[in-house]
């Protein structure tokens, strides 16, 4: 059974900081795409990054792209998002996400996500 859990939401401060982390486990592929997804209230969730656990290229939508950044350790199950320079219009649920359609997840995004975590909140707000 494939377990996603996400981690490290909290309150910042405009232009803070927060490293958010999701646990993958009980993938019986080597081979999956884990994507960031957010939603703020009133809004639609928003896929706005995705990493494969085979190699390091990622995608990091416009949206987000030369603050926020996404990594993997296999060895420990486990994608970062490093979130910097934080606005407030950042502030929403952050969730995790795992599925075996990993081939375009470097070029277009998290689709097809299967597997979803709970969800951390994230606020900035000064």
């Known amino acids: 059974q494939v377990q996603v859990v996400e981690s490290g939401g909290g309150s910042v401060q405009p232009g803070g900081s927060l490293r958010l982390s999701c646990v993958v486990s009980g993938f019986t592929s080597d081979t999956y795409a884990i994507g960031w997804f957010r939603q703020a209230p009133g809004e639609e969730r928003l896929g706005f990054s995705c990493i494969t656990s085979k190699d390091d290229n990622a995608y990091i939508a416009d949206v987000v792209k030369g603050r926020f950044t996404v990594s993997r350790d296999n060895d420990k199950n486990t994608v970062y998002l490093q979130m910097n320079n934080l606005r407030p219009e950042d502030s929403a649920v952050y969730y995790c996400?795992?599925?075996?359609?990993?081939?375009?997840?470097?070029?277009?995004?998290?689709?097809?996500?299967?597997?979803w975590g709970k969800g951390t909140p994230v606020t900035v707000s000064s």
């Open positions: 996400a795992a599925g075996s359609e990993w081939e375009y997840c470097s070029q277009y995004g998290p689709l097809g996500m299967e597997y």
